[in-house]
């Protein structure tokens, strides 16, 4: 494979530790971190130790995100980017499902002697944190409007609070009686008509 002179743009903690742009003649994408660790002092102890620290690596050719497999492709020009993501986001449901198992060993435990009453409606409860937080690790919720700005959905205080849109998928609200609070609107209108 022919070298490449690369541009590898380092993001976040990476950028202001060993600088955010450095330029590598490399000949494939997995050639990038091991060129960066043989020029930058204190660069590749960091990549090693970055686990402990609770972060792991995304890396990006252009401004797709590749993953291991991809790591041999041959460079043709592209930018690399080194992107360091927290481990453990984007895991929702995770503590819940914990959460859920440690009330159903508290209820296995409560069963016994006077406890037995209480003990079985403990573990329901416990399973179904399990359940809840097991369906929420596995359906991700769209980004849906609560990641877009336009200017069709800016923050109005037109209806109640400042938040009057909801994403899809997130529990709405019942009422009875009349409303003080604000809260998530999910149909309104303003009509106008004509006064003669």
């Known amino acids: 494979m022919q070298e ?36 930058i002092p204190g660069f590749e102890k960091f990549m090693i130790t970055s686990k402990e620290r609770g972060l792991t690596y995304a890396v990006f ?11 041999g492709f041959p460079i043709t020009g592209e930018v690399i980017r080194i992107v360091p993501v927290v481990i453990g986001s984007k895991k929702a449901g995770f503590l819940q ?37 097991v369906v929420q690790m596995l359906s991700p919720q769209p980004a849906g409007l609560a990641r877009k700005e336009s200017a069709d959905n800016k923050a109005s205080y037109a209806f109640g609070g400042v938040t009057n849109t909801a994403s899809q998928g997130y529990p709405v609200p019942l009422l009875y009686g009349k409303r003080r609070i ?13 006064q003669q």
């Open 4 to 39: 490449v002179m690369t541009r590898i743009e380092l993001s976040g903690m990476l950028g202001k530790k060993f600088g955010k742009t450095h330029h590598r003649l490399i000949s494939c994408i997995h050639e990038a971190g091991i060129a960066l660790a043989k020029t």
């Open 97 to 133: 499902t914990i959460l859920g198992a440690v009330i159903v060993a508290v209820g296995a435990i409560a069963t016994f002697g006077f406890g037995q009453a209480w003990g079985v409606n403990v573990m329901m409860g416990g399973g179904a944190m399990i359940l809840g937080g």
């Open 182 to 194: 604000g809260g998530a609107i999910i149909s309104a209108g303003i009509y106008v008509e004509d």
């Open 61 to 71: 050719k252009d401004e797709k995100n590749i993953g291991l497999d991809d790591l």
